[in-house]
């Protein structure tokens, strides 16, 4: 079956979104599908909604986790096109204007939502002189190839699953690629600086690089060096374990022994109150007067 055959077959988008009514389906097949595919792609679904004289139309595209529909999103961006995500759902406006505040109620909680972490390789890139929507994330040949091919494979590392996160600076282009420990960045730090017109540093087990846009210009070594010297890498400690157990305090369980005696004395002093008033307005209403006397049985 082809692959224009399976987004046919998702169902994705609903009849309704509050008010919105869905009028039209069809497939919804993003541009470079080989890169689609590498980050994750699972399935896609174009609708079209109406309401009233007001219409949109919507495409969807379901991705198998977090860091790959941030890919997505990153490589779907440019000029007039309305992109958003919503975990691993990536969402591109085609027509009309999309009613976030119906999404946000009817839309989105009824999707099947990936709960994994969020990529954060971006937050290591320097905001001031960034190429908005020029960012990129590579998470492999295929995306290597159609964003950054100055990058030979082999030294990108793949192989010891290496994420490369690239930026637009001007004349410059950065790409910060991390690896899963600081050995494996020495080495394949080696392999990365035979690349030609390259400036590159390594912090941790990240490793920056700056190459210039164009393809066979000059490299401006003060610029090179300044986005690179903002690339410091963050260690970041998880512990996953319970927390510890407090330790037993003879006090505190004193004071909930006699805490508990004196509710249980409130609630027999109560009920006896309670039946004494009970059995003396019995006795008014019967016209009985209660008995004094105690009888006593010899055996």
């Not at 960034?130 to 492999?140: A, D, K, Q």
């Not at 590392?157 to 950065?174: H, P, S």
């Not at 003879?250 to 002093?269: N, R, S």
Request: charged share 20%; proline share 8%; with cysteine.
């Amino acid at each position: 079956m082809t692959v224009a055959a399976l987004l046919v077959m998702a169902a994705i988008l609903p009849p309704a979104i509050d008010d919105w009514k869905r009028t039209a389906t069809g497939a919804a097949e993003p541009p470079l599908m080989p890169v689609a595919r590498e980050y994750g792609l699972l399935e896609s679904e174009a609708a079209t909604y109406e309401n009233g004289a007001k219409k949109f139309r919507l495409a969807v595209h379901r991705m198998r986790d977090n860091t790959g529909a941030v890919a997505l999103e990153q490589s779907l961006q440019g000029p007039e096109k309305k992109i958003f995500r919503h975990q691993n759902y990536v969402f591109e406006t085609l027509e009309g204007t999309a009613p976030r505040g119906a999404m946000d109620a009817f839309l989105f909680p009824t999707l099947k939502v990936d709960r994994s972490a969020l990529p954060n390789l971006t937050s290591y890139l320097p905001r001031k002189g960034r190429v908005v929507g020029s960012e990129r994330l590579i998470l492999g040949r295929e995306s290597l190839k159609a964003f950054e091919p100055r990058i030979p494979v082999a030294a990108a590392g793949f192989d010891f699953a290496a994420e490369i996160q690239t930026a637009k600076y001007g004349n410059e282009m950065l790409a910060v690629i991390r690896y899963p420990n600081h050995a494996i960045a020495r080495q394949q730090y080696a392999a990365l600086e035979q690349i030609p017109t390259v400036a590159i540093a390594r912090s941790g087990p990240l490793v920056s690089l700056v190459l210039p846009v164009e393809t066979g210009k000059a490299l401006n070594p003060e610029a090179a060096q300044a986005l690179m010297g903002q690339i410091q890498y963050k260690a970041e400690v998880m512990l996953d374990k319970a927390p510890p157990k407090p330790e037993p305090n003879p006090g505190e369980f004193l004071i909930g022994v006699f805490t508990l005696c004196a509710i249980l004395l409130g609630l027999c002093l109560v009920l006896g109150l309670f039946f004494a008033f009970g059995r003396q307005i019995f006795g008014s209403f019967s016209g009985k007067k209660p008995d004094d006397e105690v009888t006593t049985l010899r055996i």
